[in-house]
């Protein structure tokens, strides 16, 4: 097997993370080397980060056997190739002697230097949950644009439905001559017809937005976002078939949202978004506990998943041994990835979301 580098800087298909988190266990049983470290997005300051990064390559290389040569070559190979001045807030560097991935994590990470013979699989498990693909509409004065987004990326859509040029070509009645008395009436109901009109057109438009949204939202479950003026967004959610997929909404005036600063936006909703469904996932285990098929704490979750019977796993974040050049065996990371093993699904939900279930919870199959 050949070494493969996944830059996740950029949008991946739905599954590449899955894909790659089930190449990383393939190696389970090998030397596995994971550098995690926090970057900075914002500030000039990037030598810090070059040098926190440095440290911990370092930390790693000294922990690794001499004679193991391609791993230590694949993690000088890794640093080599980030770029430090698009940063995001984390870095990941993965090695072993058939992989070699580069991450950039758009959430905070805490620093991890782990030498084991299993990789780290805990923040890539949380940025698998977070990886699936929305959509966002753009709704501005002049056009209506589409965006298929992955995480804090979006990728504008240009096909035969759009992007949406918005034109005004209704005419409106102008108020006639008369008395000065009667002049301010006649403006305000000249006023009132324009205003309606332009409702009517917008209606029409979003109708024929909405029937063109088919193509692309193809289950319920495909998250949309709105992003456009109040008014706006309220006439859209007045038209449209699918008002189940609105998972968020981003309010702006009349004049067209940046690039980054809707991206900024969307991710912010869409993490929200997720949370909420991983709040859900809570929920459901607290049911399945009075029907006998819910376990939680540690020893009873690993009993269960090295049976099989792993349906959903459900993990708080940051829930493991952290530690730096460690070889010691991190039972919550060895629990998830016999879950993953055997088909299950494991969630990373928020820090005390589980508070009451001993930081770990699992939904059985049977």
Not at 66 to 89: A, C, M
Not at 202 to 224: A, G, Q
Not at 348 to 361: E, M, N, P, S, Y
């Amino acid at each position: 097997m050949s070494h493969t580098t996944w830059l996740h800087s950029h949008l991946d298909t739905d599954n590449d993370v899955s894909i790659e988190i089930k190449d990383m266990l393939k190696e389970k049983g090998s030397t596995c080397v994971s550098i995690i470290v926090p970057t900075r997005r914002l500030g000039q300051d990037r030598q810090a980060d070059v040098k926190e990064v440095q440290r911990a390559v370092l930390a790693a290389k000294e922990s690794v056997s001499s004679e193991v040569e391609k791993i230590l070559s694949g993690i000088d190979d890794l640093f080599d190739r980030i770029d430090f001045t698009r940063n995001k807030d984390g870095i990941g560097i993965f090695v072993s002697p058939h992989i070699k991935k580069l991450v950039k994590f758009p959430f905070p990470v805490t620093k991890k230097i782990i030498v084991s013979k299993l990789f780290h699989l805990h923040d890539l498990l949380y940025l698998e949950n977070y990886s699936a693909a929305y959509y966002l509409l753009d709704i501005s004065k002049k056009e209506i644009r589409f965006f298929r987004g992955i995480m804090d990326r979006l990728e504008e859509i240009k096909d035969e439905n759009f992007p949406k040029e918005i034109t005004d070509d209704y005419e409106y009645s102008k108020p006639s001559q008369s008395s000065s008395n009667a002049g301010y009436a006649h403006v305000k109901g000249f006023e009132k017809d324009k205003s309606e009109v332009q409702q009517l057109r917008s209606k029409k438009i979003f109708r024929k937005t909405d029937k063109c949204l088919v193509k692309y939202l193809t289950t319920k479950e495909t998250p949309l976002l709105l992003c456009a003026p109040e008014r706006e967004i309220s006439l859209f959610k007045s038209v449209t078939n699918h008002l189940p997929n609105i998972a968020g909404l981003i309010a702006n005036n009349q004049q067209r949202t940046s690039m980054h600063d809707m991206e900024v936006s969307a991710w912010g909703q869409i993490i929200s978004f997720i949370d909420q469904q991983k709040l859900k996932s809570v929920d459901e285990f607290k049911e399945k506990i009075g029907a006998g098929l819910a376990v939680y704490g540690l020893e009873e979750v690993w009993r269960a998943a090295k049976e099989g019977k792993a349906f959903r796993m459900l993990v708080e974040k940051e829930y493991n041994r952290t530690g730096l050049a460690t070889q010691e065996v991190d039972i919550v990371n060895e629990i998830m990835s016999t879950v993953l093993e055997k088909n299950g699904k494991v969630i990373i939900v928020g820090k005390d979301d589980l508070k009451d279930f001993k930081r770990i919870a699992l939904i059985n199959r049977y």
